[in-house]
Structure formats: C-alpha cells, structure tokens
C-alpha cells in the first residue's frame, strides 16, 4: 500500500490490465498464497486464465477427481481404523496437497489455528475428524454457523472441558476462550461476561460422544452480557459476541496476518473488518476482495510472510511435482512447529517471526537437502525431464527457471552468475547438477518468504 | 582336445560374488506350498549331472566349500516358471525397467550377448549344466578364506569353445599370456601378475587364486594326484551325514576355521535372552562342532534346505543341554492344526534350568533386566519368586499358534483386524501351575479391564463355561461394542484353560475351543522323528489376513508417495505372490550325533 493510498482504497480491486495484463510473478504470488506452492503448470494456467478466472476457479468448488477420492476416502477411513492420529494427520496433508480445492485445505487449516483443539487432549481421531469437517464445511462459509458449531462441537468441548460446566460449578475455559481467542480478542470484555458467559453454556455436554444438552446442569437463570440481561444459553451468547465491532476486527486482523501482510495497519484492519460486516461475515466475498485488492498486490504484500513449516515443505512438495512420502513429512513438520491436529496451546500457532529460530533455520535447510537429494522425504520429479521444456539448456535459464518457480523473484545478476558458474563447474551428471541448484536454493534466505 | 591355463588380474574374476549370486536367485526363486514331515515325504530327486562331486577334484584343506549340481536345468525351470512370468508383470518390475541402472545393465547383457553369440540364460543354462564348485582355503598371512578354487564340470563342449573362443581376444587384450602347464600335457598357462589362474578343457573349467592351488586342482581332475578334499576326515563326515548328492551343498570346515581364528567361532555367551532361547544351544554345538554342512534340494514344487552340525548334545554341559530334548522322543510336539491356521511356532526347552543357569549362558550386561522382570512379577504375583515359585511350574515346550480372529465379542468389527493367538505352555506340575497361570491371567485381565476402562472403552466380566469337560475362563463386555471400525484394543477378549498339563491362554474364546479340541484329539499322529522348534506358516491364510486389512496396507503405500492405483496394484501383486506358495516350515531335529535344522517350503 502506497503511502498516499487510504486503507479502503487499498481494498479496492487490482485491475492488472493497467500494468499490461497480469504477470508470472503476479500469478506466483497469488497462487502461493491461495494454496500450499505453485507447479509451473499451474502458474502457466493462471497466467493464461487471468486474475478474476483465477481467483473465481480457486473460490468456486471443484469437483474432486476420482482418484483424489479413492485415495482420501482411504486415508480417512484408514485413520479411522488404525484410531492413530497420525493417519489423520496424512490424510489431511494429502488432501492439501491433491485436492482439487487447495483454498479450501488452506482455510481450513486458518480456522483450525483459530479454533484450536489437539489431540492432545481429546484422544479421539473421529472426533478430531469431525471438527476438521465442521471447519471445511465453513471455511470459505459463513463464520457464524462456524462459531455456532464449535460451541457444540465434541472435540471442543472435551478439549475445553464442556461436561465440568455445571450449573452449580460452571467452567469458565469454554466461555472465556469463545471471547478471547475465537471472536473477540483480549480487551474487549470483562471478566463478568465470561463468567456469565459460563453459566450460558452451562449443561452443553458430551454424552456417548455426541453434543448433549443436559437441563439438569445448566443453569437457566438470567444473565448479563456485554450490558444484556436476558434468560441467555449458549447460543445467545455467541450472537452476542458476533454483534460486537471488535468481532469483524479481530478476524480481519487474522486474515491479514495470514494471507497478506506480517503487520496490518489499525487503518486496514478497519478496513477489512468493515468489509466482514458488510458481509455478514460470509467469507467467500470478503476473501474475493481481499485476494483481489491493490493491497494484495502491493510490493508491500509480495515475498511478505515467512513461510509456515505446511508452506515451506507442501509447497517444495508441490513446486517440485514430488511424490511426498506424508508419512516421514509429519515428525518433520512437528519438528518445525507445525503439528497439525496437535497445536502447541488452546492459542494456536504464533507463526510469523517465530517459525524461524536458529534451530528451525538448520531443520529447513535440511529439509531442502534431504527433499533434493535423497528419498526418505519424497522424490522430486526428475530434473533433467523438468527443464527440457525450457527454450534452452543453458545453466543461466535453468537457474532462472528454479528462482522463478522457487523464490519469484528475479536473481541478482552476482547469484545468478555464481549459481550458473555452479553448474556449470561440479562434477556429476547434469541431473545431479540442477539438483544441486535446486537445494542452494532452497537454502537462501528468500526462500523462506511466500 | 585342447586345454588352456589364463592368468587374470583379480578384480576381473570373482567366483564367491558370482556363486552367491546364484545361490541368491535360487532361493529367491523357490517358494513354498503343504508342508510334509521328512518321515513321510519322498526324498528329493535332485537334477544332479553325469558325474561325481566335484569335491574329489578340489585340493584338501578347505576352510569352506560349495557345490551346485544341474544348476543350469534350475535356470531354464526359473526362466520359464510362472513365477518370474508373474514378477515381470508387476507394476514394480516395469517401473524397475525404466530406471537408468537397469538399463545400464541390460545395455550391458545386450553387447555380451552379442560378443558370445548367444542368449545369456541359454548360455548359463548349456554351461552350468554339469556341476560348479568353489573351495576355499586358508593365506599364510592367517586369512582363513584367502585363496579360493572354482571348477566347473560337465558344461556342453560346443558352448563352452564358443565362450573361450569369443574370450581369448579380450584375455589377450588384458595380457594374459599364455604359458604351457605340465600337469594336463597340451594346456597352456597365462600368466599376469600370478594373482588369478584359469584353465577350461572341452568340458571343464578350473580357476584358482594361485598356481600351486590349480595344478593340484588339475592333477585331481585328470586323476594323477590325490589328497583331494573329499578325503578330508571332517568331509567325509559330512558327507556320511547329509549325502552327497544335492542340488547345492556347502561345509564349513570348523576346526580349521577356529586353528585359524585362534578362538571359538562363536560367542560363549550371548547379550539377547530370546537369541538364547533360540539358537543357544546350536552355537554351543557348532563351536565344538568339526563341520557344519548345508545341502538344497529342489523338486518341481518343494524345496528343502538342511543344514548340518556334528556333535551329540548330550555331551554337552549341564547349562547347555537345556536346549535339546531328547533325541530319542518327539522333542517339542505338534502345532495345533486350527482352521484356517495362519502360522505357529513350537519349541523346546528346559525353562526352569535356563533360568537357574543364565548366569552361564548370558552376557553380564542382561542380567540386571532379569532383576527387573522379577519385580515386575512380584507386583502382579506377590509372594512368589520367580525362579524357585513360577519357572519351575513351567514345563519344556511352549507353543504359539496364529489363526484368524472371532468376533463374536462384538458387534460389528475392528477397523484393523488383528490375527486371533493361542499360547499353549506346558506344566510341569499340572494342578499347581495351572492355579497359578490361572492367577496370573485374571490378574492381568483386572489391570487391562482398568485400563480400558480408562479409555472409555466398555468394561469387561470375567465368565466361564464348561467345553468338552473343560472348564474356560473368558472375558465378556457388559455391552457389546457396536461398529465396523472398532478400536485396535476390540479386536482381543481374552479366554484360559487348562487341558491335562496344558494351560492355554487366547484372544477369544473360540479359539480356544478349537485348542481344547486339538490338544484332545491330535490330527497328527506320533512316530514322526525328533523336532527341537518348529515353525511354520500358511501362506494361503497369511495372504487372507493381509487382505482382510487392504485399505490400510494401500493407505500406507499412497503415505510414502504412491497414488491410489499404483498402490491397488502393488498390495495386489504382494498378494499373489504370497498365493503362489503353499507352505513355509523352519524345523530343528536333535539326532543322536548331530543336530540339524531344515527350511521347507512348497509352492503352488
């Protein structure tokens, strides 16, 4: 966003035939942050689509593919059978990556960091199943019937401890995160209204691992919340926070971080959150106007964010068409920070400036290095027969190709020249060759950034 | 008829890479179907060649020997059995086709083909008709194994003068020049470098890593020396032992391997308590052993392969003869045939001296895990000591078998369906030690009734029923647990009884009637000959139990990087090949002077 530009101006749409249609690096960066990397294929497509095709194709759902619903179907059904979360946990990584809606994968693993639960606590991968298929439901939906749901969602309410809400004893862990984490942010309620705010959701329970709505135990008297005294239950109480102005604030505030830029001006954030109440909180159009705004295409918003672990190792899956071994990316991903259906707390992942430390630093590069060079990860497609369709063979155009595909960005002419004089100077075959530039890199510094 | 002697340089000739190469391929290339005892089972008739063991043209002292006799008649069955027919079809073998190495090697096969003028397997199948031998002795720098002889015997003539006349050129290339021998009049000698030495006559070929080695080895072939190794004494014993006529065999001159070492071969004690269990005894017997000898014989649906060791087990010490029974009774008994039987194990020994003589039988380092399982013990069975209270209860066989599960416990199915087991323990004392295995299993039934309990899961009552007299404790959920993908813990109720002095224990109460059934009315009869372990394995029911789990095998394949199809395809081609063999055993017999173990296999 330029300085003259106002936040709701920077919201307005991109019009790319203003600057000669829309670029390679325009379609990277949109792709990259629409879905987990980009292969070159798809970023061909999206040049040739356009924004608008482009950003209705990935908003619009998709029909899955026979083969992606064999191989989901069994993955799940395999978690299921085998009760190991870590099933469940190749089963999403897979969907991710092969879906046909990737946008989807990407919400959804947003809200799961919003909403977040672990089975940590909950122990039960259909229940965990169940919540991730609440949240896909609505991940691109609507945040009310989302919010609503978690309130009466079962692996929710063992991770916050729903069944020790009793009238007589309510538990404030469910009520106070509902304001806190899930839609309002700190600062923006009292410690009254979460504890009238408990007695709301007192009673809601699980029982033969279903939502059970015990009247025995909930306590139907009047409450007071946010300055409304009412007869109020659970649901009452979630309106009433969705009602709240700093509600759409607090989730535009989230989507920045995530998809646009690490540190969100107050102006944006009020900005977007006008949009979210514009909207009734119905994501589709909001993500419409916020993927395809000015500010999204901002040299402020391009190579903005450090890449999450799920984007550095999905997106080489991607960028590079591997065949993933899932099963050895999950201890990976953990060690990285990123343990999906295990977050480190009820808060999620910080994520931003902490993905990187000077271990985790180490940890990528080997990722790279191990992804590259060897198979316990995966096996990239071959390299020699991934850059033959490029107009020529020579060491320069082939490490453009990579910095394209990898870093969407163009080389300084001194690392462009040193990672050609590279190839050009090891030994091996030129398979090995490209693969060695591949993994420099992988290695670099703005190799960290989408 | 024209013999020549070509000296190669050593990394040109490697007669052990290539002997174990063949050796590897025929045992890749047998499988298994019904299993037989040796009691009642024809002998094998081997594809042997015209003439004797080429041990008699090998020189005496050999640390090591092997012979393969008609290997070229195993080649042409290998090539046109359905078996490889069915690998080449796999989806494995078309992806292995289109790696860079493979094709490196086939480009490889190709110019040799074209060099010899001949297809390879026709070439090996015309050339290693007869008999192959490979020897090898001892290096005066103390390397057992220093110098080796081949000699090849019985090859078509025509083929072979094809190979030497297509071969020479390079040899000449290679300088190998040639040199007249005075052993074979008319043969000449290469000589380059004098490190590798080989010689070929019409039908024959011999090579051998030094000069001294080959003449001999062609003073015995054409008869005008003696002292070859078949009249070695520990040969000899061998021989007198395991036969002379297989389609491979192999010794192993102990003696003169541990002259050489300075040391027994094998440990005196050993760092793992199951590796005890198991092979103990049999290092014990071959450290003192002269030889010990290995003989594979193939027929067109079985193969046998039985290994020798010399020695009477019952000269041995007190700890060791815990391992053996008695080579004049039946050893360990058989293993319950129940329907549909996937695999069982059986073996003997002599469990309550085992454990008083662990000291003397296991390394330093295991024995405080001992003191560990003790405790362990002690809170589940207080008031007993294991070694003087439990053990001794315990009799000399023990028997584990593996069949498919019931579920009849529930009401719907696990989501991975686990074989169903049976664990058959004999009592010493009947009365006392089924009391006490009695204690045990609802002791442990208590704790894992609470640690289900624990995890949500339904609790369990322990009930009985009367089965054919037999009294059988079993568990019973309170509820039964309904779905069809059940928890991996569901898949288990367990039962117990007591049959005579058998204590059975098992994952459900069916199997262990189809126990109580086996253990009173054998489907196998006595008079079969001594067996110390046995094992063996259904593939038929094995490939069943794998498919009853074909999802998550194929969920497994697409998490290490496969797509659905290719991962259908696989556990699919897995399956046939399981299919294509009948049956698996692994046995051990205690004789009289010896012990022998034998590996069986039948295939479809």
Redesign the interface.
Known sequence: MSDSQTPAAALRPYDPSARGGLTRRDATHLLWRLQYGATQAEIDQAFTAGLQNTLERRLTPQPESP?FQ??DN??R??A????NIA?LK?WWL?RMLHSANPLVEKLSLFWHNHFATSNAKV?SVPNMAAQNDLIRQHAAGNFRPLLHGMARDVAMLVWLDGNANRKRQPNENFAREVMELFSLDVGNYTERDIKEAARAFSGWQVRDGKFWFNPLQHDSGSKTVFGKSAVLNGDDVVDLCLAQPACPRFLAQKLLRTFVVSAPDAGLIDALAQRIRFHDFAMTPVLRELFGSQLFFSPEARTALIKSPLDLVLGAYRSLDS?????NAIPLLAALGQDVFEPPTVKGWDGGRLWISSASILQRANFATDLVTGNRL??IADPDQSVSQLPDGTSETIVRHYADLLLNRDLEPDVLSRLAGYMNQSQGAREQRIRGVIQLIMTMPEYQLV | MSHRVFSLCQSGLRPTALLAAFVALLLGHASSAALADPATTPAIQVQAGKSDSLAGSLPAGATGYAEITGLGHLLERLQNSSYLQTLKSTPQFHELEKAPQYQQVDAVRKIVEAQLGMNLWKAAEELFGGRLALAVYPKSDGNPVGNAVAVLRGANPAVLTQVRERIEPFLSLANAQPEASDVIPGTKLFSNGGQAFVAWGDSWLAAASTRELLDKSLGLLSGKEQGALANDEAFRGMSAKMGSEHVVRAFANMGLLTKAKGSRLTPEKVDNPVVSMLVGGILELAAASPYVGLALDVSDHRFVVTSGIAGDSRQLDEAHRVFFSDPAGPGTPDIPQLPSLIGGFTFHLDLANWYKQREKLLEPQVLPGFDQFETGIANLLPGKDVGEDIVPLIGRNVTFVAAPQDYSHLDGKPGVKLPGFGLVIELAKAEEGGDLFQLFFQTISAILNLASGQQKHEPWVMKSESYKDIQISYGRYLKKPVGNQLPLVFNFMPASARVGNKFIISSSIETCRQLIDQLQSPTRGPGRPNRNLDFEVHPAALADILEANREVFQARSIQQGSDSKKAEAEFSTLLELIRFFDSFRLSTNVLPEAFQVQLEGSWK
């Open positions: 083969q064999s191989a069994l993955l059904r395999t299921y059978d085998t009760g099933d190749a897979y122990q065949h993933p071994k899932l099963s995966g096996t």
